[in-house]
């Protein structure tokens, strides 16, 4: 019997034919199962995600997508943001079937089983292939960190809750409070 060689890293390719029905992303080679989002991640999401397509329509900026959609970041690297936005400029990177390249803003929703990976390995995939903004949001301690790429990969820029107006680097103009967003979750 052969014993799997750990050095062997899956590919889009590979990815490509998982099964439709599962939820996955290829991370470094790794083929990882992603659990079903809960209610609050989900309503959360669906929020967030509305405030910000709508802010994009209405100021003509770009598009808005919700998971799952694949983002291609490499042969061995397939993610699945929450959310993810795409400015007009970056438009040829949008394709039928995924992303093929660095979105320019990425939002991860923390829950128990991706707090982790999401804080440490997606903060330094997304710097290293070059998405602009990245926010994680908990809805444990009701705050998003607002992270924006520097010369030594993501920089906070703030930590928002309660009652404080979020904004973006990213999209000048966009504010949301997020104690709105938090009573509802």
Request: proline letters at 6%; hydrophobic letters at 40%.
């Amino acid at each position: 019997m052969a014993i799997p060689d750990p050095a062997v890293k899956f590919t889009v390719q590979d990815y490509s034919n998982t099964p439709e029905d599962k939820r996955c992303e290829l991370l470094d080679g790794e083929l990882i199962t992603a659990t079903v989002p809960g209610e609050i991640h989900q309503s959360f999401s669906a929020q967030l995600g509305w405030r910000l397509v709508q802010f994009a329509s209405e100021n003509s900026l770009g598009r808005v997508y919700h998971a799952p959609f694949d983002v291609v970041l490499s042969d061995t690297d397939v993610v699945q943001p929450d959310l993810l936005f795409v400015s007009n400029e970056r438009s040829q990177i949008i394709t039928p079937e995924n992303i093929r390249g660095a979105p320019d803003l990425v939002v991860e929703i923390l829950s128990p089983s991706t707090a982790t990976r999401d804080r440490t390995f997606k903060r330094t995939l997304y710097a290293r292939h070059g998405v602009k903004e990245y926010w994680l949001v908990d809805t444990t301690e009701k705050d998003v960190t607002v992270l924006l790429l520097g010369d030594r990969g993501f920089e906070v820029v703030d930590v928002y809750g309660g009652s404080e107006a979020m904004t973006s680097p990213t999209l000048p103009g966009f504010r949301l409070t997020l104690d709105d967003m938090f009573l509802t979750v």
